[in-house]
């Protein structure tokens, strides 16, 4: 069975940092891209950023690119995402995702930015 369990999120204040991991379990995770997505309250779920497996290539969102930083541990089973400078429209819960056929989600994490 596939288990991906995020972990990391909290309260921040803007411009501050937040590390958040993902441990993945039931499948052979390095074999898999990967995503991270978000959503913020009544709003639809927003692709945040993407991992591939092998060379680890990494794409982000427009609003993310340059504050967060995607990357993976295959020897650990986990996904992370770094996030600086974070701003209060980055307040959402956020998602990792195993891509594939289905796509598989974890539960969330609660970020909130706030002062």
């Known amino acids: 069975e596939v288990q991906l369990v995020e972990s990391g999120g909290g309260l921040v204040q803007p411009g501050g940092s937040l590390r958040l991991s993902c441990a993945a379990s039931?499948?052979?995770?390095?074999?898999?891209?990967m995503n991270w997505v978000r959503q913020a309250p009544g709003k639809g779920r927003e692709w945040v950023s993407y991992i591939s497996s092998g060379d680890g290539t990494t794409t982000y969102a427009d609003s993310v690119k340059g504050r967060f930083t995607i990357s993976r541990d295959n020897a650990k089973n986990t996904l992370y995402l770094r996030m600086n400078s974070l701003k209060p429209e980055d307040t959402a819960v956020y998602y990792c995702?195993?891509?594939?056929?289905?796509?598989?989600r974890g539960q969330g994490t609660q970020v909130t930015v706030s002062s």
């Open positions: 995702e195993k891509l594939g056929d289905p796509v598989e």
């Open positions: 039931g499948f052979t995770f390095a074999r898999y891209g």
